[in-house]
């Protein structure tokens, strides 16, 4: 079975731009969650979806959204970039939203803003 | 403020020998405990979780144990190889819809 799929792995973008994520969960997974890796505040959660709804969002700003479509694939979408923005963006799916089933993440997208 | 805290950023253990990895929480309200192990430029992987109705929970050379009390939760490695040369996050969770909380990690060296 295929894991969970991030694309691209690496972006470099400039301050004010604005770039898309794009996650592809393990077949048959409905739960997608993404998280923020930084060295200072190690892994933050961003937000969930299940079943194309949001269930809920991490404490960041609203440049910070994203989306769920039919098949279960993830985007992930960051407007007006701030050099604060430069991390390592995690993607996890499950089968189901919850703590019964654990988080499979994917190799990330490693964002770089100049 | 950080709620849940890994307070060695580093740990060194010889091969062979037991690896006791810690993690300290303030919310009373999580309920669900879990540890994710990460290798260099790979996504964290699941490696063994406790509901705090537990106080240990094993599988093969990993055990977990939980003290509710004093919100201490520890992972176990015995023995420990060298593949187990990794950072190891600790992770905690409400049950709701909010997401997993996690510390910053430990990176776990194994000497042969």
């Known amino acids: 079975k295929a894991g969970v799929t991030q694309t691209p792995r690496y972006l470099i973008k400039t301050r004010g731009q604005q770039v898309t994520l794009s996650c592809s969960p393990i077949?048959?997974?409905?739960?997608v969650s993404w998280y923020q890796q930084t060295p200072g505040q190690g892994l933050q959660f961003l937000f969930e979806?299940?079943?194309?709804?949001?269930?809920n969002k991490g404490n960041f700003p609203g440049r910070f959204s994203g989306r769920q479509f039919s098949n279960s694939r993830s985007e992930m979408n960051v407007s007006t970039l701030e050099l604060g923005d430069s991390a390592l963006y995690l993607c996890?799916?499950?089968?189901?939203?919850?703590?019964?089933?654990?988080?499979?993440f994917g190799n990330g997208t490693r964002l770089t803003v100049t | 403020d950080q709620q849940v805290k890994q307070n060695s950023p580093s740990l060194s253990v010889q091969e062979g020998r037991i690896s006791i990895l810690n993690c300290d929480y303030t919310n009373s309200m999580f309920d669900y405990f879990l540890w994710y192990k990460k290798y260099p430029a790979e996504g964290p992987t699941f490696l063994i979780s406790?509901?705090?109705?537990?106080d240990k929970n094993e599988d093969g050379r990993f055990t977990v144990f939980l003290n509710k009390s004093a919100k201490h939760l520890s992972l176990h490695i015995v023995p420990s190889q060298p593949g187990d040369s990794a950072v190891y996050f600790c992770a905690a969770s409400t049950g709701g819809a909010d997401g997993l909380t996690f510390g910053k990690g430990t990176h776990l060296i194994i000497q042969p």
């Open positions: 077949s048959g997974h409905r739960s």
């Open positions: 996890a799916s499950s089968l189901a939203s919850g703590v019964n089933s654990p988080l499979h």
């Open positions: 406790i509901s705090s109705i537990k």
């Open positions: 979806y299940f079943s194309e709804t949001q269930r």
